[in-house]
């Protein structure tokens, strides 16, 4: 069985930065494209970063402050998160994919599977 999880989440100040991993168990991961999404109380999940074997994307949201990357020794994908802002704040999940699409800035999340259970990060003073 396919299986992801989220961990490196937890209570930042504003401004700060966090690395979540996505660590893949029973599958090599560089067979799939992996996206990171998050989703707040109250909110859709939103997409906000993929990678695969030729590509990267970031929704707008978090471009210029988010930098995915992946160890496949290690068999993990990694996001840096800097300059976080207290909307940044939600629990982030990943999950594979074939490929990474973006559309009109955002990555939708149709086509995703194997979720991880999630990592929560709180940007707060």
């Known amino acids: 069985q396919v299986q992801l999880v989220e961990s490196g989440g937890g209570l930042v100040q504003p401004g700060g930065s966090l690395r979540l991993s996505c660590a893949a168990s029973?599958?090599?991961?560089?067979?799939?494209?992996i996206g990171w999404f998050r989703q707040a109380p109250g909110k859709e999940r939103e997409g906000i970063s993929c990678i695969s074997s030729s590509s990267t994307l970031y929704a707008d949201s978090v471009k210029g402050r988010f930098t995915i990357s992946r160890d496949n020794v290690k068999n993990t994908v990694y996001l840096q998160m800097n300059s976080l802002k207290p909307e940044d704040t939600a629990v982030y999940y990943c999950a594979t994919n074939r490929g990474c699409t973006a559309v009109a800035g955002r990555i939708p999340d149709a086509q995703y599977n194997n979720w991880g259970q999630g990592t929560q990060v709180t940007v707060s003073s």
């Open positions: 029973r599958f090599t991961l560089n067979y799939y494209a």
